[in-house]
């Protein structure tokens, strides 16, 4: 298995909700990561783990939470966001150099 | 502080043409470079990378590209490109944790 998958693929939410958006790896990477994108423009880091311990936190907004549950799985936890937090988030991994991403999950919130 | 360049927004290019697309990049001691391609509404797809060894690293999906290291560039080459390579490229330079895209550039193959 050579990839990294992502649930939900869409998700529209208000701005009182709790949603969380999950990623898969089996692939034995040992860091894993969460990007924020919008349209048209670079991935935004926002956390990295290694070994399962948050070794990044991008000055991220604490309405955004992740977890990381085991070596396969990384999590994001929304709660009160804003507008302007809509965009594609993606998850990628790695073992060495460069990054294996996910299709990402697009993040609507109303 | 490393830092990537891609100077064009955009590039145009007939279907069958060859096409390139540019990076530079600014780094403090040997360079890991990186081309990533996505599709709309898609995650990013792997192309290629250049950590060590010969300067020309062929990817997926036949394309190609150049390290330079006295102009600090890697572009992205393709002999024949296909209407299918229309997609939005990212170059990236770095190293474990820490990977800073460039801007990304939209490619356009017309038939």
């Known amino acids: 298995d050579t990839e990294v998958t992502q649930t939900p693929k869409h998700l529209v939410m208000g701005m009182t909700n709790k949603k969380s958006l999950k990623c898969e790896q089996h692939?034995?990477?040992?860091?894993m990561y969460w990007y924020k994108q919008k349209a048209k423009k670079p991935p935004e880091l926002m956390f990295v783990y290694s070994y399962e311990k948050l070794s990044i936190n991008e000055s991220v907004p604490s309405r955004f939470s992740p977890e990381c549950p085991n070596s396969s799985l990384l999590n994001l936890h929304l709660h009160a966001l804003q507008p302007e937090d809509s965009a594609l988030y993606l998850c990628a991994s790695s073992q060495g150099q460069g990054r294996f991403f996910g299709p990402g999950t697009r993040l609507t919130v109303l | 502080a490393q830092s990537v360049a891609q100077p064009e927004d955009q590039v145009n290019v007939a279907e069958g043409n060859p096409l390139t697309v540019k990076c530079t990049y600014s780094?403090?001691?040997?360079?890991?470079l990186f081309w990533y391609v996505q599709y709309p509404n898609r995650g990013l797809q792997f192309l290629l990378k250049?950590?060590?060894?010969?300067?020309l690293v062929k990817g997926s999906y036949g394309f190609e590209a150049e390290f330079n290291k006295s102009q600090t560039s890697f572009h992205l080459k393709k002999p024949s490109a296909l209407v299918s390579d229309s997609a939005l490229y990212f170059c990236a330079v770095g190293r474990y944790s820490t990977l800073t895209f460039g801007k990304g550039t939209m490619l356009l193959v017309s038939p």
């Open positions: 692939m034995g990477h040992r860091a």
């Open positions: 780094v403090s001691g040997n360079p890991y």
């Open positions: 250049y950590i060590t060894g010969d300067n």
